[in-house]
């Protein structure tokens, strides 16, 4: 399973590629927005191009096909490792198939049905998000929609690739690789939880208490 961090903070992503699991990273306008004191939009954007070396998503803001695919151009062309992040609208729908046709690779973002994840990866995606959390928090079960995209995806050979979106917590993380997702996206504090066991920490103390006893 691929490992994404779903963040637009330097920090949280050099700390991630430092760990040596970090496959790519995806932003989107409210996470850019978090880090807009750091600098423009381009300034931030450039540095995580820069120091990721896998697909890092970059959301367009437009809502209409012809703007949608002037920004998505011009963000393509900031590196080659951008993946156009767009909603799945109608609009949406016919920017994927146009950007696929144009080689540009696209993320069909605010997924919550397994309709809309199939007709995105007809369109020619390349990634799909289903929001896992955003579901669950209206009391549907999200990882529903990734278990069936799974199945539609194998159904009919699509190659677009499943990237678990809006997790919340180790569990999401847990569910995801259990139904065999390619991508889970995760903020930097689910990353770290799911590292943490108590159980880690104290055999750690115990084993350093009882190496004190040993004479060298
Ligand atoms: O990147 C989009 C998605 O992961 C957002 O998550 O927590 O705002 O629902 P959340």
Same mark, same amino acid.
């Given at each position: ?5 779903d963040?637009?903070?330097i920090d949280?992503?050099? &700390?991630?590629?430092a760990?040596?699991?970090l496959?790519g ?11 807009s004191h750091?600098g423009?939009f381009r300034?931030i954007?450039m ?7 896998g697909p890092v998503?970059l959301?367009?803001t @437009?809502l209409k096909h ?6 998505a151009?011009?963000l ?6 951008v ?6 609208? !109608? ?5 994927? &198939?146009?950007?696929s046709? &144009?080689?540009?690779?696209t993320?069909?973002t605010?997924v919550? @049905?397994?309709?809309q ?5 007809k369109?020619g995606a390349?990634?799909v998000?289903?929001?896992?959390g ?5 009391g549907?079960?999200? !990882?529903?929609?990734v ?9 009919y050979?699509y190659?677009?690739?499943i990237?678990?979106?809006?997790v919340?917590h180790?569990?999401?993380v847990?569910e995801?690789s ?5 991508i889970?996206? !995760?903020p ?5 939880k799911?590292? !943490?066991h108590?159980?880690t ?9 009882d190496?004190?006893k040993v004479?060298l």
């Amino acid at each position: 399973m691929k490992i994404f961090l779903d963040t637009a903070n330097i920090d949280e992503i050099r &700390k991630s590629l430092a760990l040596g699991i970090l496959d790519g990273v995806t932003t989107n306008p409210t996470l850019i927005s978090k880090e807009s004191h750091r600098g423009t939009f381009r300034e931030i954007v450039m540095q995580i191009l820069r120091e990721v070396p896998g697909p890092v998503s970059l959301e367009v803001t @437009s809502l209409k096909h012809d703007e949608m695919v002037k920004e998505a151009e011009e963000l393509a062309s900031l590196g080659n490792n951008v993946v156009i992040k767009l909603p799945v609208t !109608m609009e949406g729908l016919k920017v994927i &198939k146009t950007l696929s046709t &144009k080689g540009i690779r696209t993320n069909a973002t605010l997924v919550f @049905s397994s309709n809309q994840g199939l007709l995105a990866a007809k369109a020619g995606a390349s990634y799909v998000s289903p929001f896992v959390g955003r579901l669950d928090d209206i009391g549907e079960y999200g !990882m529903r929609v990734v278990e069936d995209l799974k199945t539609i995806f194998k159904n009919y050979n699509y190659s677009t690739e499943i990237i678990v979106a809006s997790v919340r917590h180790p569990i999401h993380v847990y569910e995801a690789s259990l139904i065999g997702a390619d991508i889970v996206t !995760m903020p930097y504090q689910v990353l770290e939880k799911l590292l !943490m066991h108590p159980k880690t920490d104290e055999g750690i103390s115990r084993f350093l208490e009882d190496w004190k006893k040993v004479r060298l």
